[in-house]
C-alpha cells in the first residue's frame, strides 16, 4: 500500500510565503505524476499544480509566477513553494499522486489535507 504525508500548511499574513511537502512512500514503482489541489468553502476542487515523470510542470493561470512545484525523485517527495500569497490562495491543500506498484497496478493516491489561510 501506499501512503502520502503532508506538510507546510498554515497561518501566514499576505505577501508571505509557505513550502508545502509531500512524501509518497510503501509500494510505489513508477510515480507518473504528482500534484497539488485544493479546496476552499463553497468551492469547487481544482489543480493547482502538478510535475510529469519527465519534469514537465503545469500551473493553474492563478499561480503561475508565484508558486513553484518541485520534486526530489529519491525520496519520493513533491514541493510546492508558494510565494506572494494572497487571501484567494487560502483553502486545504491536497496532494496527490498518480503511480504504479508492483506488477504495474495503477494507483491513485490523495493525501489527507493541510490547511493554508491567507489573511490580508
Known amino acids: 500500500q501506499v501512503q502520502l504525508v503532508e506538510s507546510g500548511g498554515g497561518l501566514v499574513q499576505a505577501g508571505g510565503s509557505l513550502r508545502l511537502s509531500c512524501a509518497a512512500s510503501?509500494?510505489?514503482?513508477?510515480?507518473?505524476?504528482m500534484g497539488w489541489h485544493r479546496q476552499a468553502p463553497g468551492k469547487q476542487r481544482e489543480l493547482v499544480a502538478r510535475?510529469?515523470?519527465?519534469?514537465?510542470?503545469n500551473y493553474d493561470e492563478t499561480v503561475k509566477g508565484r508558486f513553484t512545484i518541485s520534486r526530489d525523485n529519491a525520496k519520493n517527495t513533491v514541493y510546492l513553494q508558494m510565494n506572494s500569497l494572497k487571501p484567494e490562495d487560502t483553502a486545504v491543500y491536497y496532494c496527490?499522486?498518480?503511480?504504479?506498484?508492483?506488477?504495474?497496478?495503477?494507483?491513485?493516491?490523495w493525501g489527507q489535507g493541510t490547511l493554508v489561510t491567507v489573511s490580508a
Open positions: 510535475i510529469m515523470s519527465g519534469g514537465s510542470t
Open positions: 496527490k499522486v498518480d503511480l504504479n506498484g508492483s506488477g504495474l497496478k495503477y494507483f491513485e493516491v
Open positions: 510503501g509500494n510505489i514503482l513508477v510515480i507518473n505524476s
